[in-house]
C-alpha cells in the first residue's frame, strides 16, 4: 500500500512545532558551553566551546546522585511492570463480576492527586520505619503507577487473540508459563510505551525525594541539581546547565532505543481484538 506523502504547508508546519519542542534543549546545551565572559547574553552564541562547567559539575556528588536515580527509576517501573501486566492480563481475560469490580478499583488511582496525599503518605512511610530510604521512594513509585499500567497493559492484552492461548493449553502449557514464555513477550510494545511515558515523570522527580529523603548520600538528581546551586551561593549558572544537560542524557538514549515501542503501543492497545 502507497503511503499518502504529506501536503508542503503540513511538512512546514511539523518542521516549524519541531524547532519550537528542540529549541530549549539547543539552548540548554548552548548555555553549558558558553564563556563566562558572554554567558549573561542569551542571544549571543559561544564562539568557542568552554568545558570548565562540566568538570566543575562533575567534581560534586553527581554520580552518586545518577546511582540513585538509576536505582530509584529502574526499581519503580521494573517492580510496576511485575505487577502491572500480572493483574492487567488476568483482569482482561477473566470476565467475572467480581475482577470487573476489581479493575475499578484499580482505575479509582488515577483520580487520586499525588500531592493531595502526601501528608498520609509521609506517616504511613514513617510508621513503617521506611523514612530517609530509596526502598520507601520506590514503592510510593509503584503505587502511583500502577493503575495506569494496569490499564494499558488490559487495553493491549485485549487485542491479542484468545487462540495463542488455548493452543498453548493444549500443548500442556500452564498458566503461569504461559504468560511469562508467551504473553509477556507480546506484551513488550504495552512496556515500551509504559517506560517512555512514566520514565521521565519518576527521573525528574523533585518533591517526593525532596519530601521523603533527607540525606545527601541518597538524594536523587532533582533536588541534587537545586541544592548545588544554592550552595554556590553564586550567580555562576553555568555548572547547573551542565548537570542539566548530564541529567538529561540518560532519558535521551532510553527514548532512542524505546520509541518505536510507543506508537506500536499505543496503537494496537487501543483495538480489541
Known sequence: MERKRASLPTEIILIVVGLLFLFPILYLLQMSVKHPGIFYKPLTLPDRLYFDYYSQALNGDFFRSLANSVIVTVG????????????GYTLARR?????????????T???IP???SLIPLFKLVNALH??????????????????????L?????KSIPRELEESAAIDGCGSFRMFWTLMFPLLLPATGTFILTNVYGIWNDFVTPLIFLNSPEKMTLMPMIVQFMFNKQSTNYGPVFALCVLAMIPLLVLFIFTQRYMLKGLVMGSVKG
Not at 519503580?76 to 493483574?87: C, D, K, V
Not at 470476565?95 to 482505575?107: A, P, Q, S, T
Not at 497493559?153 to 492484552?157: D, L, N, P, V
Open 130 to 151: 521506611l523514612g530517609n530510604t530509596r526502598t520507601a521512594l520506590v514503592l510510593l513509585y509503584v503505587a502511583g503507577h500502577i493503575p495506569f499500567a494496569t490499564f
Open 109 to 111: 488511582g488515577l483520580i
Open 76 to 87: 519503580g517501573l521494573g517492580l510496576t511492570i511485575l505487577i502491572a501486566s500480572m493483574a
Open 114 to 116: 499525588t500531592v493531595g
Open 95 to 107: 470476565g467475572d463480576r467480581l475482577f470487573h469490580i476489581v479493575f475499578l478499583l484499580f482505575m
Open 153 to 157: 497493559y488490559s487495553a493491549f492484552t
